[in-house]
Structures are given as C-alpha cells and as structure tokens.
C-alpha cells in the first residue's frame, strides 16, 4: 500500500492521465468528449480500482495540487486576456450567476420536499441543505462556514460522507456542463454572446521558447507568492483574486504579452487538477454509508439536476449562449477553477476572466444562502 501513497507514484500516474487523455482526444469519439472530460473519467476509474488514493484516503500531493497548481494555471491562462473582449461577457455572466444561485437555493428546496433527508438523517438534514446550497452557489468555503457554525465536522462519519457525496455529484457535474453545449445546439440553435478576440486565438502563444519558460515560471511563483502574502495581512481579500488580477494587469504589459506557452502551461496545469478531481469521485465511500449515503446522494444529485434545469432553461431565454450558461453552471456548482477548464475547453477565451470574477462572487455569496435555507428548514 505504501507504494500506492507515494507521491512520486501518484504524480507520475497523474501526469500519465494527461498524455493519455490528449492522445484519447484525437480519437474519432474523443473528439466528441475533449480533453478535460476524459482525463477526469480516466483518473476516477483507477481511483475507484484502488491504484492511486481517493478523497476519503487523500495524500498531501493532492492539497498541495488544490493549493499551488490551480491558482497558478489560472494565473497563466489570465496572461492572455484581452480587457477589451470581456466588455460585453460580464454582464451576461452575473446574470447568469445570479440566475444559477436562485436555481441552486430552489433546487435544493425542491429536493428536500421530494426526497424528504430529514426522515432519514434527523436535525442534520437541514444542516446539510445549507452547507450543499453554499457550496453549489461559491465552493468548499462555503461549505465548511457552514459546517463550523454547528460545529457539523465533529459528525466524522457523516461529514466525510458529505464531502464525498460532494465530490462525487460535483465530477458528474462537470460532465455534463462539458457535453450539454453540443447537444443542445442540436435542438435549440444558440448565439454567443461576445466573439473572441482572435488575436488570442493564433497558434503564435503555443510555442514556448526556454526564455520564456524562465520568465513564465519566475512570473507564476511571484504571483502566488504575492497573493498568498496579501492574504496573510488582508484576510478579506481572497488569494483568487489577487492572483487574477495579477494575471490581467500583466497580461496588458508587452513584454509580457510576447511570453510563448503561457496558454500551453496554464491548460496543462488545469488538466493535472482536473485529473485530481477525478480521483476525488469516490463511489465507495458513497456506498459504505448505506442507507445514509444513497439518500445523501439522491438528496443532492436532485437538487443539482434542479439547478442544472432552471438555470439551462431561464438562461436559454435570456441569453441562449449555452457556452456561457454551462460555465457560470460550473462556477456555481464546481467553483472557478472547473469554469476556467470549460472556458478553455469550449475555447472562450473572453469569458476566462468573467468565469473568475463569477466564482469569486459566488463564494461572497454562499455561506448567506446556505445559513437562509438552514433558517427556512
């Protein structure tokens, strides 16, 4: 078992994932899925086998992926935002955000009614409503606000299941917001919102050179260590954001926007943390809880469907960007980073600083939702 913890061993299959994802993606079906939808499968079925950790056994290599990576592949990726083609997404974007945390709220009281988890899990149920209802509106911190008002980790066996049943719910997720795009347009014909720039899109960032790999990475470390500082002294100023706006503010420097590869290793560093979240979808775990887990599951599993319905149809009303709609949908369920990966993925580049700005504003908002629906249950 020791080997399997290694985080040499870890790191290695993780990074194996990727290369086997990208050449996967180039296969007839593959094209179809892209290359973040695979990595995540791929990595959550040898999670499940048992050939590296999962969530509820999670080695140190995984936080420290969660902690360094992800900001630092946003921060990349930001290096090639061009202000002016975000102009006419953010409006949209808060809209739609707005829109989903409204789905989130009644998907979340809708499910209660209907799948009644008080009869099973008692006075917890409600605790639970809130601490779900946060975090599918901002992220974890949500989640654990909640949690800690109640003093609801002390429940060991039932917070680990949550945690679980999160990350399990929060993988099929990003699922289906990377595959419902293309299958909507097939019956309801969308129009995108804002056009990209296609300065942005040329292959000439592609092609990364050692001088500015030097500098890339000198820039990357630099801005995390900036914003990790910040964060210390200001508290109220989220890590996230600070390092996004580093991203932009840098990105409008010339010598800067010359970099080669910052595209290339922002989207590589976002496809080793989505191969975390694949190993973090831990079916067991749902299973050894029984009765508790399958009505956890079923509670929350609904609830997202709910908001997934709500949010696709009012946006489709309003907005009919189903690109949009599916990324501001990942922001609320799987947090800005997961939206930042379907960005890249449905290649709108100009909706990479939006899908940010949108997860920032979730987790403002979250932890007021999930105490409101713990008070009206």
Known sequence: ?????????????????????????????????????????????????????????????????????????????????????????????????????????????????????????????????????GTYTGGSVNFNAVALEYNFQERGVLYAGTIAID?????????????????????????????PDKTSDTEENETINFHSLMW??????????????????????????????????LAQIPFVARLKGSQTLGLYLVYIFLAVIGAYCELSAVVELKTIGLTLL??????????????IFLGGLIYKDWDMIAIVSQANIGGGTTAIALAETFKRKELLLPAILVGSLGNAVGTYLGFMVVYIL
């Not at 099929?172 to 347009?185: E, G, K």
């Not at 079923?298 to 949010?311: D, E, R």
């Open 216 to 249: 890339l990475l000198f820039l990357g470390l630099a801005a995390y260590f900036v914003s990790d500082l910040l964060a210390t002294y200001v508290p109220q100023i989220p890590s996230m954001i600070t390092i996004s706006t580093l991203g932009i503010l």
């Open 1 to 133: 078992m020791a080997i399997l913890e290694n985080p040499v061993y870890v790191l290695l299959v993780l990074l194996g994932m990727v290369i086997l994802s990208v050449y996967a993606a180039k296969t007839k079906l593959g094209k179809k899925l892209g290359v973040a939808l695979i990595v995540i499968l791929f990595t959550a079925v040898i999670a499940n086998l048992k050939l590296i950790p999962s969530a509820s056994n999670s080695i140190p290599l995984y936080s420290a992926i969660f902690t360094y990576l992800a900001p630092i592949s946003i921060f990349y990726l930001l290096l090639n935002v061009n202000l002016t083609s975000i102009k006419r997404a953010g409006a949209p974007m808060i809209i739609l955000f707005l829109i989903g945390s409204l789905a989130t709220t009644l998907g979340i009281l809708i499910s209660w009614y209907v799948i009644s988890p008080q009869q099973v899990l008692g006075d917890d149920a409600s605790i639970i409503a809130g601490m779900l209802t």
């Open 167 to 195: 990350n399990v719910v929060t993988t099929l997720w990003i699922i289906v917001t990377l595959a419902f795009p293309a299958i909507l347009r097939k019956f309801w014909k969308d129009k995108k919102i804002s056009t």
């Open 298 to 311: 079923g509670f929350t599993a609904f609830a997202v469907l709910l908001h997934g319905i709500f949010s």
